[in-house]
């Protein structure tokens, strides 16, 4: 079965830093491209940040608001992605989304079922 | 950054009724580029539509997507009791992806 799982989440005190992972399985981790995406509560979706397959060079992209704070990194020989967080605000509350991306239609295929994280003094 | 904004923001059905939601964007949006996702309470989103008008593995014909450009919409021909829920569009450009604020489609 294709599947993302998501853990890590929680509650932690503005400026400080958590780690999400992201563990794949019934799939080509490594080839595949990475995403997460996040939903404060009672709101819509945004994307956070992309990783694409060391084969296609592994680079990453993110959203404006947690760029220079947030980075995404994988791990292949684990098949585990990875979303270190640091310097967090208040408005980072939100259920964060595991998700593949597919490379020919950038469309999210495949959504964990996400972990919460809480940024609260 | 595209925008995308989805109307209505509620639409109350009837169950066999025909659903119409709309999506415009700010800017131009490649055809390629634009998907539809169903969210119910508590659940992760999942992919509808992509490309504009490409369903999903598994996803029933009641579903069609169709548009271009800016305009693009969400057809739901006969709704079942399982397609009350919130629905979300989504567009990818220039290294970088937005959603619409999202249309829940409830039980009238």
């Known amino acids: ?121 | 950054e595209i925008v995308l904004t989805q109307s209505p923001g509620t639409v109350s059905l009837s169950p066999g009724e025909r659903a119409t939601l709309s999506c415009r964007a700010s800017q131009s949006v490649s055809s390629s580029y634009l998907a539809w996702y169903q969210q119910k309470p508590g659940q992760a989103p999942r992919l509808l539509i992509y490309g504009a008008s490409s369903r999903a593995t598994g996803i029933p014909d009641r579903f069609s997507g169709s548009g271009s450009g800016t305009d693009f919409t969400l057809t739901i021909s006969r709704l079942e009791p399982e397609d009350f829920a919130v629905y979300h569009c989504q567009q990818y450009g220039s290294s970088t992806w937005t959603f619409g604020q999202g249309t829940k489609v409830e039980i009238k």
């Open chain 1, 1 to 121: 079965e294709v599947q993302v799982v998501e853990s890590g989440g929680g509650l932690v005190k503005p400026g400080g830093s958590l780690r999400l992972s992201c563990a794949a399985s019934g799939f080509s981790f490594s080839y595949a491209w990475m995403s997460w995406v996040r939903q404060a509560q009672g709101r819509g979706l945004e994307w956070v940040g992309r990783i694409k397959s060391k084969n296609d060079g592994g680079t990453t992209d993110y959203a404006a608001p947690v760029k220079g704070r947030f980075t995404i990194s994988r791990d292949d020989s684990k098949n585990t992605l990875y979303l270190h967080m640091n310097s967090l605000k208040t408005e980072d509350t939100a259920v964060y989304y595991c998700t593949t991306l597919n490379i020919l239609s950038h469309a999210f295929d495949i959504w964990g079922q996400g972990t919460m994280v809480t940024v609260s003094s």
